[in-house]
């Protein structure tokens, strides 16, 4: 059993930025506090993400695939905000302080965090179950921040990459569906390395109203920036960009996984209908599909429902499906 | 049962700053992200804790006095920077959302985090077994921060408070020694509500040089500055100051509790011996007693150990008390 100082010398503080940062003053691992600033005239973007053994992993995932995850979800935040990544903490409760499982964990983590260039600048680990607690920073300047409360009436509803991939590969896992070996390993992709979509969201600064990224499954999240902007929603089903792996389920399942799937990792974002080639552009530049799903209407009122669904035809559906929310059964 | 939603708005958003904070374009609340600045010409100072039922508490901890302490003793890693508290994150893993629990919980959050004018900017919350990760942030200019690394040859090394009544209460708790009430509840008012020396750290800045706070005992805290600075230390260990009721336990466990004890979340820091009429002002000015307990002495050298422990009479004492390690068995 490692003690808890050389576990975190051996796995984390050696490939974390120890000591000054920069030369501005910034301080990594090592001290009761590390010191960041944003970059001048910009601010912080903080998000935190706390995963949990069997609610947001099976215990037997494979270590460097949670490593990655854990970051990924927390980078996706970032994403959502269009904020640029620069720090991480990690706060780690464990079972015990296993050599192989640490050492994959973190090859997993940092694999991630240098290919953003988001440094680990401190952190606590524990005995205890399973449990990762990461937060990070992004830098943004206030102005150009995506935020929820943004949508504006006319908004085009965006959507990057393609939904449902990582819900379908929980139903291959849970025996609810089947799949063939080559779209099982999609799906699973899907759910344990999801890539968060940082440049997209830099490259929608400027151009974007409101977004956030989809955790909970687009049904839920929707509802976020419609709840926040005071508007209602209408949105086209079979828009809803899908893989060619998810297009062979069913129907129903590839509804089912697209609106109220959870763990995508994909940007939902509007911006004024002026500005669709300005949009397409920015996805184009960093290689990221963007398909539109809908459109952002009148003034909320509470006499109907938030979100309008419709089909292709444009016949109206009535969805009762909703995003995974963590205190219900699911 | 309630919903993760509803959940963070009873007892969490109405009290935290739902949306701007300021006219500075800051945002807490409610996005993907929290949006946040340390003052102009300042640094945001950043640490993050994980507690864990059964390691860092009693599974019938009182739950206001748990809300309190888990914010606490991330306060007591500002006030060790010398920071000036601004705002908190807070990461939360339920076995089951009571709300008696998260009424009392809340309660004894807000109640010290409004006392220190910090803000709840964003968290998460999820089912499982039950985990509080909390982040802070404070403000700080860096040439002042209380760096580790910062003593010098010939400082005085300093104690706020008094130390050992934390680990003399779990002793109670446990059936270790025993107390009368009075000080069992001295005891436990130091196990379960500790103080964050937050203004002694401000009142510090310029005149201390290296600081921490005392969370796994002085024994193994006091290291973590020698190390950094690399220098050895001479502490008194008569001198290290005790409240009443833990003289009145015998001397070895009083020795045991001060210097292995944890838990006490008093500052230990280093400061030139020109300074001590200052360092006293210092104290007295916030209303803590600080005391002097020994010297930083000749650069390091690793024929010896990192700290030499006298009595009162100057005798060198054998100490094999450690500072608890989260992954020893203790």
Redesign the interface.
């Known amino acids: 059993?490692?003690?808890?100082?050389s576990?975190i010398d051996r796995f984390f503080a050696r490939r974390a930025q120890i000591?000054r940062l920069g030369d501005?003053?910034?301080?990594g691992i090592?001290?009761?506090?590390?010191?960041?600033?944003?970059r001048p005239g910009?601010?912080?973007?903080?998000?935190?993400?706390?995963l949990?053994?069997?609610?947001?992993f099976f215990p037997d995932i494979d270590p460097h695939a949670l490593g990655h995850k854990a970051l990924a979800v927390n980078l996706s935040?970032?994403a959502?905000?269009g904020?640029s990544p620069q720090a991480f903490?990690?706060?780690?409760?464990l079972p015990q302080?296993r050599e192989d499982w640490l050492a994959a964990f973190s090859d997993g983590l940092f694999e991630l965090a240098e290919r953003y260039g988001c440094d680990l600048?401190?952190?606590?680990?524990?005995?205890?179950?399973l449990?990762l607690?990461l937060?990070v920073?992004?830098s943004?300047p206030?102005?150009l921040?995506l935020?929820?409360?943004a949508a504006r009436p006319g908004d085009d509803i965006w959507i990057s990459g393609t939904l449902g991939d990582a819900r379908a590969g929980l139903g291959v896992l849970r025996g609810e569906w089947q799949a063939d070996a080559a779209d099982t390993a999609t799906f699973r992709r899907a759910l344990e390395r999801p890539e968060p979509r940082v440049a997209l969201g830099l490259a929608l600064r400027g151009i974007a109203h409101a977004?956030?990224?989809l955790s909970d499954g687009l049904a839920g999240d929707l509802l976020h920036i419609l709840e926040?902007s005071d508007l209602h929603a209408s949105v086209d089903v079979d828009a809803v960009p899908r893989s060619a792996a998810l297009r062979r389920l069913p129907a129903d399942i590839q509804r089912r996984c697209t609106l109220a799937g959870g763990d995508d990792y994909e940007l939902c974002f509007t911006a004024p209908a002026a500005a669709r080639a300005e949009v397409e552009a920015a996805g184009a530049r960093v290689g990221i599909p963007v398909t539109r799903i809908g459109t952002i209407s009148d003034p909320f009122s509470a006499d109907r429902p938030a979100i309008h669904w419709q089909d292709a035809a444009g016949q109206p559906l009535t969805l009762t499906l909703q995003g995974f929310?963590?205190?219900?059964a699911d």
Chains 1, 2 share one sequence.
């Open positions: 059993m490692l003690s808890e100082f576990l000591t501005d003053g910034s301080l090592g001290d009761d506090c590390a010191l960041l600033a944003p910009e601010m912080l973007a903080i998000s935190t993400d706390m949990v053994e069997g609610r947001h935040d970032l959502a905000m904020a903490t990690l706060a780690l409760a302080a600048i401190g952190g606590d680990t524990t005995a205890g179950p449990n607690c937060t920073f992004g943004v206030p102005q921040a935020r929820r409360d977004a956030l990224d926040r929310d963590h205190f219900h």
